[in-house]
């Protein structure tokens, strides 16, 4: 009881700040549970000299900071849909470009195969930001198509991630014994057969932790897209940040939300790769 | 097994590109007002994800008024005209400057506001207008801004020696001066009284040379119609009671 | 077993790789019914002559011919027509990892002969019973021993009906227990009649089975003849110091 006390007023001197008629609304917060405050009912003054992050009255608008990420949290969970739409869709169009230009790079003459070390090379050399305003501003503009911004960011991802995920498929193919394509054409069985019920079978199910790897990429560099005016995630935090000032709740409330998409979509991957996986391998 | 996936990854991919494909073409004719999303009262969202702001109500009254359709777009302000001309948005209603330079770019409605620009400090800062145009003193402006180009052109390439470092938005530069980042930020008299009226602690210092301005809707130079259509109606609503109670709500003080 | 009509002939083999002349002319021929077994030392080139035989090493020079046919390489559908009758078998099995057993007998039946799924699974049973795997049919290869394994290839091979079977080393890769059970397939497949033309170092079952024993050296063939003959009584003075060698390994052989 007296512990309970002291700490009380510990809290009391240490947050300093009080409504009108004087009740430690810190205590409100976190004894009762009292929801939203108005934002304007609260005055408040920083202790002094304490700096949390280079934010000066960071620990006296913790409630502040608590309600700007309630009211805001159904707004920022949309802009995550948002950057899981960027990175389905990047990884989707990644997958499909990526898939023959692994094939080529592998089986290919060498005509093909300098054109994809071209393309991968571009596409792996050049920043991301430098890509989407070339794309959106440039490229875009000039063929006169009226693309959002949402179809170019996943455009240049994906165009992006092809040239990843090529080198993944490819690795992979390489990593293979050589006698499964023997064996395949040994069969009679010509080499387009063997890559596609033979090699690749076998090459995508290798390449699964890599794709968790670019996953975790894509969605991070998704937030890039705000560059773009892209209403993601990112977007959001700073639009709600504009209006409330509570800058560090809300880009540590993002930036957790991005770790849990991340978390979600790598522990999935990993989930898939062991359903898939081929029995009697520890794979 | 395998092989039905990959199909089924493909249809989702093109589906979603056929959807994402329908942006590209109008259904019905909508003006897309382009605005800088991080800029209270002009234009910011509000707490339910919404745009929001004097601009973008004054808009939605006048596309009722004068009979068009209005959609709002968060756009990146230092791209904003460039957005503009290349018919990404077809309007700027988002507290913009009237200057020479941007008239060359686009034309303007007539005026609705005035732009006062001053620095701003922390609330218990020492540091005076005078002072602040010393060299080791820091400022903060928004990128993109005619601030900012004033600045630069009228200040540190004729002899001043303070630095000026930029943002993305004019809230980010005024946060790094709650932080100590920077000493002192450029913002207008509007956007300086909407933060105080919010209770964060910083001060306006005074003028520090630049030359009052107005602000306007912009349009492209060949959508003459588009522009007289905004005219007309802002003409409207500033005669109509209205007006006075946006101003105020948004706490815009002439 | 009566001889009849020559099912394979090779002419003049020739292959360069890295610079260094790996076969150097080397011909041979097989009549139907037959089991021909190359010995020779490593590096004698046997593994490569197989496998320009179905032309999975593309020979720099030569010919071959199937049922008197001549075999054109660069007729890619003529080339895999012939190679589904060119059954191979491999000293690492080379199972199709990501398939069972059954699936590895039946996706050349499915993919390659176009066979309806039911007909193909049927007959992959059957192969697969007949070389004593009725059990291990849903194993996978990462579950089955090295024999098995084995045996499963020479299933996969027989399914697609081939005139004449090339056996690279079928049981270096075995532990000595295993490879009992991939002899007994393989002289099961004799006794059927099936034409061979084998590699190993087995040569107390290459004595008991071949029809004539070819010994390599350098990528030519040094001597050849039946069994006893060449074990025992060899011309070659080189073919009598390899044998000696094989003597002192395995006995009382040669």
């Given at each position: 009881m007296l512990r309970k006390i002291v700490l009380k007023r510990a809290l009391v001197e240490n947050f300093n700040w009080w409504s009108d008629d004087g009740n430690p609304l810190a205590l409100l917060i976190f004894f009762n549970r009292n929801p939203v405050l108005p934002v304007s009912d609260l005055k408040f003054e920083p202790k002094q000299g304490f700096t949390v992050c280079g934010l000066t009255q960071g620990t006296s608008m913790i409630p502040q900071g608590l309600t700007a990420i309630k009211e805001g949290l159904p707004y920022l969970l949309e802009g995550a849909?948002?950057?899981?739409?960027?990175?389905?869709?990047?990884?989707?169009?990644?997958?499909?470009?990526?898939?023959?230009?692994?094939?080529?790079?592998?089986?290919?003459?060498?005509?093909t195969r300098s054109l994809i070390g071209i393309y991968i090379l571009f596409f792996r050399g050049i920043p991301l930001l430098v890509l989407l305003f070339l794309f959106y501003f440039g490229l875009f503009s000039l063929s006169g198509i009226n693309a959002s911004a949402f179809t170019v960011a996943i455009v240049v991802l994906g165009l992006i991630s092809a040239a990843y995920q090529s080198q993944i498929l490819r690795g992979a193919i390489l990593s293979l014994p050589e006698g499964q394509m023997k064996a395949a054409l040994s069969i009679g069985m010509s080499k387009k057969k063997a890559i596609f019920f033979v090699i690749l079978p076998q090459a995508?199910?290798?390449?699964?932790?890599?794709?968790?790897?670019?996953?975790?990429?894509?969605?991070?560099?998704?937030?890039?897209?705000?560059?773009?005016?892209?209403?993601?995630?990112?977007?959001?935090?700073?639009?709600?940040?504009?209006?409330?000032?509570?800058?560090?709740?809300?880009?540590?409330?993002?930036?957790?939300?991005?770790?849990?998409?991340?978390?979600?979509?790598?522990?999935?991957l990993n989930v898939l790769y062991k359903k898939v996986g081929i029995p009697g391998y520890l794979r | 097994m395998l092989k039905k996936r990959f199909w089924i990854g493909w249809l989702v991919f093109v589906f979603l590109m056929a959807g994402l494909g329908n942006s590209a073409f109008a259904q019905d004719k909508v003006y897309i007002n382009g605005i800088d999303a991080n800029y209270p009262p002009f234009?910011?969202?509000?707490?339910?994800?919404?745009?929001?702001?004097?601009d973008v109500k004054a808009v939605d009254w006048i596309a009722e008024e004068m009979g068009f359709k209005v959609k709002h777009q968060p756009t990146e302000?230092?791209?904003?005209?460039?957005?503009?001309?290349?018919?990404?948005?077809?309007?700027?209603?988002?507290?913009?400057?009237?200057?020479?330079?941007?008239?060359?770019?686009?034309?303007f409605s007539i005026p609705y506001n005035e732009t006062i620009m001053v620095l701003v400090t922390k609330k218990d800062a020492a540091l005076t207008v005078e002072k602040a145009k010393t060299k080791d003193v820091k400022w903060g402006v928004q990128r993109g801004t005619t601030e900012a180009k004033w600045i630069e052109e009228n200040m540190l390439q004729k002899g001043f020696q303070f630095k000026l470092q930029h943002y993305d938005s004019a809230p980010l530069a005024v946060e790094d001066v709650i932080n100590g980042r920077v000493d002192c930020a450029a913002v207008s008299t509007t956007t300086a009284n909407e933060i105080i009226d919010k209770g964060i602690p910083i001060k306006i210092i005074g003028k520090y040379g630049q030359p009052d301005d107005v602000v306007a809707y912009a349009v492209r130079k060949e959508d003459t119609q588009l522009l007289n259509i905004l005219d007309e109606g802002l003409k409207r609503l500033m005669a109509t009671p209205l007006w006075k109670e946006l101003n105020e709500k948004y706490g815009v003080k002439k | 077993m009566t001889m009849g009509q020559t099912i394979l002939r090779v002419e003049n083999i020739h292959k360069e790789l890295g610079g260094k002349a790996i076969l150097n002319g080397v011909s041979l021929?097989?009549?139907?019914?037959?089991?021909?077994?190359?010995?020779?030392?490593?590096?004698?080139?046997?593994?490569?002559?197989?496998?320009?035989?179905?032309?999975?090493?593309?020979?720099?020079?030569?010919?071959?011919?199937?049922?008197?046919?001549?075999?054109?390489?660069?007729?890619?559908?003529?080339?895999?027509?012939?190679?589904?009758q060119v059954g191979m078998i491999f000293q690492d099995f080379n199972l199709f990892d990501h398939l069972t057993a059954l699936a590895n007998v039946e996706i050349g039946l499915i993919r390659v002969k176009g066979m309806k799924k039911n007909v193909a699974r049927g007959r992959a049973m059957d192969e697969l019973e007949r070389v004593g795997l009725k059990n291990q049919v849903l194993q996978y290869p990462a579950q089955l021993s090295g024999g098995q394994k084995q045996r499963v290839s020479i299933a996969r091979a027989l399914a697609m009906d081939p005139k004449v079977m090339l056996l690279d080393e079928p049981t270096s890769a075995l532990?000595?227990?295993?490879?009992?059970?991939?002899?007994?397939?393989?002289?099961?497949?004799?006794?059927?009649?099936?034409?061979?033309?084998m590699v190993t170092h087995q040569i107390r079952f290459a004595r008991s089975l071949a029809s004539e024993i070819v010994f390599m050296?350098?990528?030519?063939?040094?001597?050849?003849?039946?069994?006893?003959?060449?074990l025992s009584d060899a011309e070659c003075s080189r073919t009598r110091e390899f044998c000696s060698k094989i003597n002192e390994m395995s006995g009382h052989l040669c």
């Open positions: 849909l948002v950057n899981i739409a960027v990175v389905l869709g990047a990884m989707a169009l990644g997958f499909a470009l990526g898939l023959p230009l692994a094939v080529g790079h592998v089986y290919g003459n060498r005509k995508l199910r290798l390449s699964i932790p890599g794709w968790s790897n670019e996953y975790s990429i894509l969605l991070k560099d998704s937030a890039v897209a705000y560059a773009l005016g892209v209403a993601e995630l990112m977007a959001r935090a700073h639009h709600v940040a504009s209006r409330t000032y509570q800058h560090l709740y809300l880009y540590l409330t993002a930036g957790f939300i991005f770790l849990l998409l991340t978390y979600l979509g790598t522990k999935g | 234009s910011f969202i509000d707490k339910n994800g919404n745009p929001d702001g004097l302000w230092d791209a904003i005209i460039p957005s503009l001309k290349n018919k990404k948005i077809d309007m700027i209603a988002s507290g913009m400057t009237v200057t020479e330079e941007r008239k060359k770019e686009v034309n | 021929s097989v009549r139907k019914g037959e089991i021909k077994v190359l010995i020779g030392p490593s590096g004698a080139g046997k593994s490569t002559f197989l496998q320009s035989i179905n032309f999975l090493v593309m020979p720099d020079q030569g010919r071959v011919w199937l049922e008197e046919k001549p075999i054109n390489p660069t007729d890619k559908k003529a080339l895999y027509e012939y190679r589904q532990d000595p227990e295993l490879i009992g059970e991939v002899h007994s397939v393989i002289r099961d497949l004799a006794i059927r009649g099936m034409t061979m033309l050296e350098n990528g030519r063939i040094l001597e050849k003849g039946p069994p006893e003959k060449m």
